[in-house]
């Protein structure tokens, strides 16, 4: 992939510097760019939007790659996409992806937050829904559910793709649902433990919806 016009573009909140290029030569490489997040149905764009006109995408370099300055072209052969897969979906289906603009960001400068839930059960329902799923109030493990003060692991969950799989069936049952965080002390809120940058280099299939709050973004 090679990337022209290219600018330099500030975070202003999470003080990062990016590269505001386009995709102007990109030539059908659709499957070097690493998605991890299933869209939204009632999100996803209508047909008749102009895809000249989104916003630009935000686009990670694997680890390994380092840009650093401005320069006339820039060529990688993979990349993560962090935010904009609604953007992404709808371009791809068009064979528009060349029209889209977007932000290189350096893979070190990636933060990874988790969204917060509200629950749409009562309390005591959802705790015992926990305990029959093999969930236990053990209050340590670096793999978890965060709710009312106290972390709840399963043992016979290895690792943070299995907890975002059964995060997945909570939502599509409807048990909860996610919100802006913006009320981070409540203790009527549900949290997973967030992925790590590392994870989404190792992700093999799309995690649900809301799963990451990634930074730098637009």
Known sequence: MKFTNIE???FKPDNVIG?????????????NIKLHEETIVKNEIQSGADVINFEPIVL????????????ESFETEKLILLDGHHRWKYASQL???????CILVNFKD?????????LNIDADEFLNF??????????????????SNEMFVNRNISNIYELYNFKKTLQENKIIT???DDKEDSLELIKFTSLNPKDLLNVNHLLPPKSTWITPRI
Do not use: A
């Open 8 to 10: 330099r573009y500030h």
């Open 19 to 31: 590269f505001l290029s386009d995709l102007s030569h990109f030539n059908n490489e659709i499957d």
């Open 60 to 71: 990670s370099l694997y680890p390994d790659i380092i840009l650093d300055d401005v320069s």
């Open 95 to 101: 064979n528009s992806i060349d029209k889209l603009k």
């Open 110 to 118: 990636i933060k990874i937050k988790s969204y917060l839930f509200s």
């Open 130 to 147: 926990l305990h029959e799923e093999g969930y236990s109030n053990l209050n340590h493990g670096t793999i978890g559910i965060s709710f």
């Open 178 to 180: 996610p919100i802006l």
